[in-house]
């Protein structure tokens, strides 16, 4: 597995890691002997970045990662993540607190249930309005200087946040949604990532399976499935959308690989850049793995820029009130 440098962090992972959401919770049911299992075969491929958050089956997913890399701990690098809150008894609410206390609790309580003494990237999920984020960065880099957490991580941020918490602490990376289908997202804050030395880590590279081309129609949907509830995948918005799998698929049959491989061969072109699909099952796993040996050529990549331009997708990445609430970028 090739790997990449978190812009001048120094922390290293694999180009492609494994985005463990999935295994906990928004996507159907969860099997997490066959989760533990991927995990596994996922570190005998090579891929050694992780990436969970406290908030994923409010706290099962870090209890299932843990349980399945704890023979290997210490040859990979875990991410989680803090700052969004969330009630049992009213699952869907979702809260922001960055503030200083809260953060520490959250980190502590990472700790345990990944069983682990240390976090190597440690993450603010979503920005507190209520907290400027100088003295949410500012609590994080107390708990590196504690030694419960190695690097640090912000995710969805603009550019001026960005600069504004690297003058508090150095940050390794900034994780933002990118995908052929959610291309906006990054425009900016790529350049500045480099500018600044942070790493870029692409979440739902594959347009939340969507660019995989398995999900037609929205009955493909489990009724338990939070794409059910997002503005690209209803009915009215799916059909038109999948015009941009369509074209990608052409691409992919040239070459003789799927269309889910070409577009997380793209995603990892666009630069220092890694990638954390999801993969629940083992099939999605092998074909995620082999992505990093297609080759796009000058003209592959400017064929891709122009599909992805010509087919935008139809919706929002999150329901308006989300959007709003996150201050997201479409």
Request: net charge neutral; proline share 4%; aromatic share 8%.
């Amino acid at each position: 597995m090739k790997t990449v440098n978190l812009g001048s962090s120094g922390l290293k992972i694999s180009s492609i890691g494994m985005g463990c959401m999935g295994m906990s919770e928004f996507y159907g049911n969860s099997d997490d002997e066959k989760s533990i299992f991927v995990i596994r075969e996922a570190y005998k491929l090579g891929i050694t970045h992780f990436d969970t958050a406290d908030q994923y089956g409010f706290g099962h997913n870090e209890i299932l990662l843990g349980k399945a890399i704890s023979e290997f701990r210490s040859k990979i690098t875990i991410a989680t993540k803090c700052g969004v809150v969330r009630d049992k008894a009213d699952p869907s609410y979702r809260g922001l607190n960055g503030s200083p206390e809260y953060i520490k609790t959250c980190c502590d309580e990472s700790l345990k249930r990944l069983g682990t003494d240390y976090i190597d990237l440690f993450y603010l999920h979503r920005l507190d309005p209520a907290t400027p984020i100088e003295v949410s960065v500012a609590a994080m880099a107390e708990l590196v200087a504690e030694g419960k957490v190695r690097h640090l991580g912000l995710s969805e941020v603009s550019s001026d946040e960005l600069r504004r918490a690297c003058s508090i602490h150095p940050i390794a990376a900034v994780q933002t949604e990118l995908s052929l289908w959610t291309r906006g997202p990054a425009a900016n804050i790529l350049p500045v990532c480099a500018e600044l030395g942070v790493g870029f880590i692409a979440y739902s590279p594959i347009g939340r399976g969507f660019l995989s081309g398995k999900i037609k129609y929205f009955e493909d949907l489990a009724e338990s499935d939070f794409r059910r509830n997002l503005p690209r995948f209803q009915p009215e918005n799916l059909g038109a959308n999948f015009k941009l799998v369509t074209l990608v698929e052409g691409l992919a049959k040239s070459k003789g690989c799927t269309a889910a491989q070409i577009s997380l061969a793209w995603v990892l072109a666009q630069g220092n850049v890694a990638a954390i699909p999801g993969m629940r099952q083992s099939t999605h796993l092998y074909d995620n793995v082999n992505a990093e040996n297609i080759e796009l050529s000058i003209k592959d990549l400017e064929l891709l820029n122009k599909i992805s331009q010509d087919a935008a997708p139809v919706g929002e990445r999150y329901p308006t009130a989300a959007m709003k609430a996150f201050r997201l970028i479409s």
